[in-house]
């Protein structure tokens, strides 16, 4: 089955299942997935009951799509991502961004927790996503291309939009959670960055690492989406950090962090809802 085929089917099986059209597709990462119990719910689907889709493995990854109202506006939200470590070819890993993308959303907001590489920073911060590295995985947009979705080569020089930039700083500066901004790297994973990709990774201007978000992203510009992204500064860097790295801290990280992110999140919708 190619990937064109495959995303057919899944959003056949997905209309004939749901019947809502969303305007804003979520992503939530790592610890950040309670937000998707804080809206009001219309419809679920689990991962696993979708034919051919990509099934979240990872612990705080629960792996349903979740449908419904954020203080109004319509939204899909991905309770739980999944990765290429898991097992999952890039192009397998978004699938469910096309997915979102053919079923309605025009804006993909991506959130994650991220190893803080930014001198500075601290675990429970957020940063808010102004550009990313990709280099160090595959594309999603290797293969043939899918030109329903969008061209051969397409523009990646603004892949975050930067009027949505300008309205999550605003919400930010307006309900006081401090925010601080840069550059995502995604690895490969699944082993945390040695303390010396740590410092290319600095040198290279990196100011937070992580194992998703960024293949996501590639997607959905190719498709014509337009992108923002919040990571949750989970945990300081390999070298960094004075401790070894465990994902049981990520998600404790995460989980501290989730009432100042659900605030940020939940009124950066509703602003972005406003310009659409």
């Not at 397998?92 to 927790?113: C, D, M, S, Y």
């Not at 429970?124 to 969008?150: K, W, Y």
């Not at 945390?192 to 290319?200: G, V």
Request: aromatic share 6%; proline share 5%; glycine share 8%.
């Amino acid at each position: 089955m190619t990937v064109k085929e495959q995303l057919d089917a899944c959003c056949a099986f997905v209309s004939a299942r749901i019947d809502f059209k969303p305007e804003i597709a979520l992503i939530l990462g790592s610890g950040l997935g309670g937000f998707a119990e804080k809206i009001d719910v219309k419809q679920t689907l689990d991962y696993k009951d979708i034919p051919n889709f990509p099934v979240s493995t990872v612990w705080g990854h629960a792996g349903r799509l979740v449908f419904g109202y954020c203080d109004g506006v319509p939204v899909a939200v991905m309770q739980g991502r999944v990765h290429m470590y898991e097992g999952y070819t890039p192009q397998e890993a978004v699938l469910p961004v096309r997915l979102l993308h053919q079923l309605g959303a025009k804006v993909l907001f991506l959130t994650n927790a991220a190893g803080g590489i930014q001198h500075g920073m601290k675990a429970g911060e957020f940063m808010l996503i102004t550009d990313q590295i990709s280099s160090f995985v595959p594309s999603p947009l290797r293969g043939e291309n899918i030109d329903a979705l969008g061209v051969r080569f397409p523009d990646m020089s603004e892949i975050y939009s930067k009027r949505l930039q300008k309205i999550i700083r605003k919400v930010a500066v307006n309900a006081d959670i401090p925010l601080k901004e840069g550059v995502y790297v995604q690895t490969a994973g699944p082993a945390y960055e040695s303390p010396a990709e740590i410092r290319m990774f600095r040198l290279l201007g990196a100011d937070a690492v992580g194992m998703s978000t960024a293949i996501e992203a590639i997607a959905a510009r190719h498709c014509g989406m337009e992108i923002c992204g919040i990571s949750c500064i989970s945990n300081l860097a390999a070298g960094i950090s004075p401790h070894p790295l465990s994902h049981e801290e990520v998600k404790e990280a995460a989980d501290k962090a989730a009432p100042q992110f659900e605030r940020l999140v939940r009124q950066s919708i509703a602003e972005i809802h406003s310009v659409l």
